[in-house]
């Protein structure tokens, strides 16, 4: 798993970029705000640990940009900063922050707030294949939507470019799962084709007869 | 190796080091050359009364100090921090002269910590 530790201090970000080797995952490192996002379009880290105050440009620009420019796949930010303040927290968390991390970097601190992202990003992804695969079965199941107009004697359908078709084809056309064999319901058998087979037998009978 | 330090928290420093002599040694380097060229650059914006500047430096040099477990240098730099937020900041040149002089003192045992490292 990929992790993009930004900041302008290069003592905290070697440190970062040790530590995050240290516990397993792949360390991506940025000094600035700008080679931040570079970074982050190229590699597409799963998580992203920035800190609060660089020059330029600060940790919560680069937490909006990110969100703004990402929005079908998630990344779990956490943020570095000194700042305790209340109301620096809230401005933290509107632009996106999920976790903080008081600097100095403690190693365990900084190890479980990995793992809590790691968790987070591998549910993140199950939902996401999940709801792929949910995708894909509702382009299958295209479903018959609305009122079709269907012709009392002859049961023709009236389809959306306005012709009238066979509803077996409206059907196929509009239900990729579906082929139509053709055969007869039991209805249909006493009412249509008995008659016709008594017929058929009489006129047979009578032929046999008459020879 | 557990020498007592007035300058450096050798538990920090040994934390944040990672039982790594040569990892420890790069550290150090980087903190000696970046906080040396940060108090330069704090002294001239502070000549040049760039108070926002002189702030950004320090807050700067605070996370590389907290980080390396200089932790009087930290708090000297948090001042200097916390007074170039204020509005119309005018900062006390004595803290910076302050944070020179401190730095000087941790520059040195970073020095003598590294040669024990290499020893």
Redesign the interface.
Known sequence: MKVLAV??????L??LK??IG?FGYQALTAANGTDALRIFLEEKPQILIT?W?M?EMEGPTVVKTIRAFAETEYTYIIMLT?RQDKDDMMAGMLSGVDEFLT???D?DQLRARLRVGKRIMMLQDSLGSRVRELETERMHVKMLQGFLPICAYCKKVRDEAQLWQAIEEYIAEHQDTVQFSHSICPDCFETKVKPMQEAFFAKKLQEASTE | MQQASSHISRARLDEIGMGDPEFTIELIDMMLEDGQKRVEEMQQALAEHRSTDVGRIAHSLKGACLNMGALDLASLCASIDESARKLNATLDSSVVRQVAEEFCAVSKELVQIKSELAA
Not at chain 1, 7 to 12: A, P
Request: no cysteine.
């Open positions: 900041d302008d201090d290069r003592v905290t070697l440190t040790r530590l240290k800190d105050m020059p000194s600097k100095p970097v190693p």
